[in-house]
């Protein structure tokens, strides 16, 4: 499975790609406005960062609106994925797009009608958001499950990125289903690292290792 990290904060970025821990990075509007910086600015910084995909997000609501500000956006690197959101224009967009070779993010799914409908437009990556759906008291995991058997049923290559996760679990529960990606806040990934037990025998090996006087180097 990939790792996305879904954030536009350099700093976080950078700590996670010289750990080399990530294969690409998605953005919203939200994540931008979070960021305080200029869209182009930013996304061309992370762009030079990361060698993976490196979503940046359209914003206007129609198909030719959201053709323009692709293009526009793709501008900045060849790495930029365009991200269009789940909307009858998104897909129309995702189409024209894809079609001239642009990698393209349909975001905001939380079907897997519309998860299929994306496929169908030749989508590159299909983001089913977990985390909103479990606030709604829905399965977010489940349509990841659907989303996996419909694409494995007929074979289409569109990238399951699995979005909008909140802890640890979502990314293991993702990665056993299958999902291609996972995309998560830079907090999450580290976060898998952590374990009580290895830090508690971490500390009972130095103790015993500083009895032994010895040294290493
Ligand atoms: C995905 O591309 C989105 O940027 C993101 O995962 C949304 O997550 P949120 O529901 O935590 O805002």
């Not at 790609?17 to 919203?28: F, M, P």
């Not at 999450?188 to 009895?211: Q, R, Y």
Request: glycine content about 8%; aromatic content about 4%.
């Amino acid at each position: 499975m990939k790792f996305f990290v879904d954030t536009a904060d350099i700093d976080a970025i950078r700590e996670l790609n010289d750990l080399g821990l990530i294969d690409g990075v998605t953005t919203n509007p939200s994540l931008i406005m979070k960021s305080g910086r200029n869209i182009k600015e930013v996304t061309k910084e992370i762009c030079d960062m990361v060698d993976g995909p490196v979503s940046a997000e359209t914003v206007a609501l129609d198909a030719e609106g959201m053709i323009a500000e692709g293009l526009e956006l793709k501008k900045i690197a060849d790495n930029i994925a365009i991200k269009v959101p789940l909307t009858l224009d998104g897909l129309k967009a995702c189409k024209h797009l894809t079609g001239e070779g642009h990698m393209v993010n349909v975001t905001l799914c939380f079907s897997a009608n519309q998860a299929l409908l994306a496929a169908k437009a030749g989508a590159t990556f299909i983001s089913p958001f977990i985390g909103r759906l479990d606030d709604q008291n829905l399965d977010g995991m489940e349509l990841i499950q659907d989303i996996r058997t419909i694409y494995d049923n007929y074979g289409f290559e569109t990238q399951i990125l699995a979005a909008s996760i909140r802890s640890a679990n979502h990314m293991k529960d993702a990665a056993l289903i299958g999902a291609d990606v996972a995309t998560a806040p830079p907090a999450v990934i580290k976060s898998m690292a952590s374990h009580v037990l290895t830090d508690k025998g971490l500390e009972g090996f130095l103790k015993d290792w500083e009895k032994t006087g010895q040294k290493i180097l």
